[in-house]
């Protein structure tokens, strides 16, 4: 009856709480996510890990949002083609959030998963919040 | 029917158990994404296209070729600015470019037609595109929010501010009731779309859409070069009726070419204000401000001797080349996004306490907001208007296997959800407080069987508050709550708070 139990948790785990990473808008409008780390996850895993998932999250997005000469000539190129140009090839951000999406998967797999947390990508909630759903830990002790 | 009259004593426990068995039939009755309703069928339709997140969208827009196309609702006056370039150049090109090529230069009609397709260019690029709409928080965003703005004030009513530093400028972030967020800088919530849009410039109704961060520049190359467009047609129909009039006379050239008088008088018309807001916007993105910004003297140096805008990058040239040739973020709302099944639903305990403060401070968070007092009110006297519905009880749920459902909605304390009848959702919206309290009417008047003391015909909304309307809403309402416990002796005073704001709000 246990081993049901467990297989049940394994199948649909239940989640225990929520944390939201909100933006950090003192360098303006750039999206950057606070860094400090919640007490939440404290018991879960240690500071300097969130903290360089984040800064590295920063970081990617700092690159996303970037004025210079590339960006420039991009617009400048798409607006000599009246936008057309972006139907075969994809912006610069949005390559980047492609690379931030892998990012965040690896991420999962090899820090997050399995502390039982999970990082959901920002761009699904609107480059709003961070939000790492905490799982409740009951297949981690059980089921081994 | 008989699923209702047990969940009234099982309140919460049925609710959760519900909850489990339709997340495992894959179309929970809550979602927690910003997307809004489920479809109601089960796993035996998978076969059904599955439904896009634009059929679900919460604000106050319309779509087109499938999600492709975002507009604003009214779209009479982009209609107008279509007629009248397509006419205006449609008849240069039809009367007056036939002589300009064969005696001045064929360059004419030709860089003219450039011109033509470059502003039609940019017009369906600002028209069409999303300008930056934030999409609303999701349930477990705004419940969390509520808990922080809660917990840092206990007496003094919550705050709804927050501010920040940006580049040495203190600048306020405000909350957004419809959207349950704290706004970014620049940021402000259309009152026309009912969305929060980044780097808000204006509700453009020439342009069919609010003109925000990533539709900008295609707002401002539209009347640059509409502006350069209007000019070279106004002076090349001159330039026409005078190199005619010196061969033929005036009145025959007027008599050949009717059409350019026309050209004329419409362009002369159009060139001030065109020419006028082309310049206006020019020194709004050399100064790196939105119209909104400007308009309210955000960083007028009148303000204070301190105050001046954080956001400039100090020079002309960086503030433009930020503006037109910056990144284009990407769409943040996905419309054409497929509606997903949710993740694995909250465990109820944890949101225990979340929930239970949930709704007193939401009442009194709505209660304070006088948009949303001044939209309730518009909405109730609207559904005055239309006719009172069907003798059916409401509290039947047509819905199969969502009894459950009219818990959860109850506690929603959400914007009006335009995809439901305008009366019915927007009720919703002007009893906070009443919505716990039509649970408790709806069971209520389930029990006594009374449909005509439900709902009579010759009683207005207004008047009642009883006044039923919201059922058919929370038929259709599957939102994801914060299990907020039913409570019959709270909400009779809760519901008498709303009675008494009805009666106030009937009155205007």
Redesign the interface.
């Known amino acids: 009856m246990a081993e049901t139990h467990s297989l049940q948790d394994l199948q649909?785990?239940?989640?225990?709480?929520?944390v939201?990473i909100?933006?950090d808008?003192?360098?303006?409008?750039i999206c950057k996510f606070q860094t400090k780390f919640p007490s939440e996850l404290e018991s879960r895993m240690d500071k300097q890990q969130f903290e360089e998932t984040m800064q590295t999250l920063n970081n990617l997005y700092a690159e996303?949002?970037?004025?210079g000469g590339k960006?420039?000539l991009?617009?400048?190129l798409?607006?000599l083609t009246?936008?057309t140009v972006f139907l075969c090839m994809e912006?610069?951000?949005?390559k980047v959030?492609k690379k931030i999406a892998r990012y965040i998967k690896d991420q999962n797999e090899k820090i997050y998963a399995p502390r039982g947390l999970l990082l959901t990508d920002p761009?699904e909630?609107?480059?709003?919040?961070v939000?790492i759903?905490i799982?409740?830990d009951r297949s981690i002790g059980s089921g081994r | 029917m008989s699923q209702i009259q047990h969940a009234v004593p099982d309140g919460p426990i049925r609710y959760t158990q519900i909850c489990t068995r339709s997340t495992s039939c894959s179309s929970p009755p809550t979602s927690s994404s910003a997307a809004g309703t489920e479809p109601p069928s089960c796993p035996g339709h998978r076969g059904r296209t599955p439904r896009r997140k634009w059929q679900v969208f919460p604000g106050r827009n319309r779509f087109y070729c499938d999600g492709r196309v975002m507009m604003a609702r009214q779209t009479g006056v982009f209609y107008l600015t279509l007629v009248l370039i397509l006419l205006t150049s449609g008849l240069f090109f039809a009367f007056d470019c036939p002589y300009l090529a064969s005696n001045l230069s064929p360059a004419i009609p030709a860089v003219g037609a450039v011109l033509f397709v470059f502003v039609m260019g940019m017009l369906f690029r600002a028209s069409f595109s999303d300008p930056g709409v934030l999409p609303r928080a999701t349930p477990d965003e705004a419940a969390d929010l509520e808990r922080q703005i809660d917990s840092t004030s206990c007496s003094k009513p919550p705050p709804r501010s927050r501010e920040v530093l940006i580049n040495g400028q203190t600048v306020k972030l405000k909350y957004c009731f419809t959207c349950k967020i704290f706004r970014p800088p620049r940021a402000s919530h259309c009152s026309l779309c009912d969305n929060c849009v980044e780097r808000f410039d204006h509700h453009c109704p020439w342009v069919g859409n609010c003109v925000g961060r990533r539709n900008y520049r295609f707002f401002y190359l539209f009347i640059l070069s509409l502006s350069f467009l209007t000019i070279f047609i106004f002076s090349f129909v001159i330039t026409h009726v005078v190199l005619r009039s010196n061969r033929t006379g005036f009145l025959t050239t007027l008599k050949d070419s009717p059409a350019s008088i026309l050209e004329v008088v419409v362009c002369f018309f159009s060139v001030w204000s065109i020419v006028g807001l082309s310049g206006f916007h020019t020194y709004l993105i050399s100064s790196n401000q939105t119209t909104n910004e400007d308009i309210k003297g955000t960083w007028s140096r009148k303000e204070g001797k301190d105050n001046y805008n954080p956001y400039s990058y100090g020079n002309v040239l960086t503030n433009c080349c930020a503006a037109l040739c910056g990144p284009l973020p990407p769409s943040l709302i996905d419309r054409r996004g497929p509606i997903q099944a949710d993740t694995p639903q909250t465990a109820p305990q944890s949101n225990g306490t979340g929930g239970s403060s949930y709704a007193p401070t939401q009442l009194h968070s709505h209660m304070c907001d006088q948009d949303q007092c001044i939209q309730s009110t518009k909405f109730v006297l609207q559904a005055a208007a239309t006719p009172l519905l069907h003798s059916d009880p409401v509290v039947l749920p047509p819905l199969p296997a969502k009894p459950a459902s009219l818990g959860g909605p109850c506690a929603y304390l959400g914007p009006a959800q335009p995809t439901l009848p305008s009366c019915a959702g927007d009720v919703l919206t002007l009893r906070d407080v009443a919505v716990d309290s039509h649970c408790h009417h709806h069971l209520h008047l389930h029990h006594l069987h009374h449909h005509q003391h439900f709902v009579s015909p010759e009683e207005t909304p207004c008047g009642t508050p009883q006044g039923a309307l919201p059922c058919p809403a929370h038929m259709h309402l599957q939102h994801p709550a914060p299990q907020v416990r039913y409570d019959p002796v709270t909400q009779d005073s809760l519901h008498e708070d709303s009675v008494r704001g009805l009666v106030k709000l009937s009155s205007v």
Do not use: D, M, N, W
Not at chain 1, 25 to 29: D, E, I, L, P, R
Not at chain 1, 64 to 67: D, Q, R, Y
């Open positions: 649909q785990p239940a989640v225990s709480s929520k939201f909100q933006r808008y003192s360098s303006g409008t996303a949002e970037k004025l960006s420039y991009e617009g400048c798409a607006c009246a936008y912006t610069h951000y949005e959030l761009i909630r609107g480059l709003r919040v939000e759903t799982f409740e």
